[in-house]
């Protein structure tokens, strides 16, 4: 079985601040790794995703990720945080060929809130 | 490409009329799923399809609850009777593989009255 916990369902950060959105997973097999965005009253929309290449992704918006199989992590990272940047991000996680085949899970989310 | 179409963007209904929610994949994707939405839960997969086969219902909370998915390029999720608790927003995603990213439809906010 699968599953993501992302720690912190709200953060708030200032304006130009770094933004560090936590996410750990748990996987019987090798996974593949995506971060969401969503904006209000829109649907989810791809960031950024792992799928056992280089374990640092980068992705739209200037967010990136780092694969860390050691700490089952995938924290989502952006340097200089941008007003536009205030949603919702989700981390999900599929096995890599596994039984759920094509399956997500998903995260709780963690709501961003950017400040000026 | 249009992205995933949905319809209708807002469905409001008394307590005990059918609902039926809409989606067309973007042309080409052999998965598609249906996921739902709310405060409570956050985001619950209900249904997926493979090459219009269902693979996994699990998801799916009761028997009110139906989809199909008649061609590749049409899936309906039907809810007979509907009750005040599925009010949600509902989302349709489709995919073109199992390693590929999932797009998502810009849903459909059901509230049942």
């Known amino acids: 079985a699968q599953s993501v916990t992302q720690l912190g369902s709200h953060v708030s950060v200032s304006e130009g601040a770094l933004v560090l959105l936590r996410c750990n997973y748990s996987?019987?097999?090798?996974?593949?790794l995506f971060w969401y965005v969503q904006y209000p009253n829109q649907g989810l929309q791809l960031l950024l995703k792992?799928?056992?290449?280089?374990?640092l992704v980068k992705g739209i918006n200037g967010f990136e990720a780092e694969f860390k199989k050691s700490e089952t992590s995938f924290h989502l990272t952006k340097p200089s945080a941008h007003m536009s940047d205030a949603a919702e991000y989700f981390c999900?996680?599929?096995?890599?060929?596994?039984?759920?085949?094509?399956?997500?899970?998903f995260g709780q989310g963690t709501i961003l809130t950017v400040h000026p | 490409d249009a992205g995933v179409i949905q319809s209708p963007r807002h469905e409001v209904t008394e307590m005990g009329q059918e609902v039926t929610l809409r989606c067309k994949p973007i042309?080409?994707?052999?998965?598609l799923f249906w996921y739902r939405q709310t405060m409570m839960r956050g985001l619950e997969l209900l249904i997926y399809?493979?090459?219009?086969?269902?693979?996994?219902d699990s998801g799916m909370p009761e028997d009110r609850f139906s989809a199909k998915m008649p061609n590749a390029s049409f899936s309906t999720l039907k809810i007979q009777p509907s009750e005040p608790r599925d009010s949600a927003v509902y989302f349709c995603?489709?995919?073109?593989?199992?390693?590929?990213?999932?797009?998502f439809g810009p849903g459909t906010r059901l509230t049942v009255t």
């Open positions: 995603a489709s995919s073109g593989g199992s390693e590929d990213e999932q797009y």
């Open positions: 792992y799928t056992s290449a280089a374990t």
């Open positions: 042309s080409g994707h052999d998965y």
């Open positions: 996987s019987s097999v090798p996974p593949y």
């Open positions: 399809f493979n090459n219009n086969v269902p693979i996994d």
């Open positions: 999900a996680v599929t096995d890599a060929g596994g039984t759920s085949y094509g399956k997500l899970t």
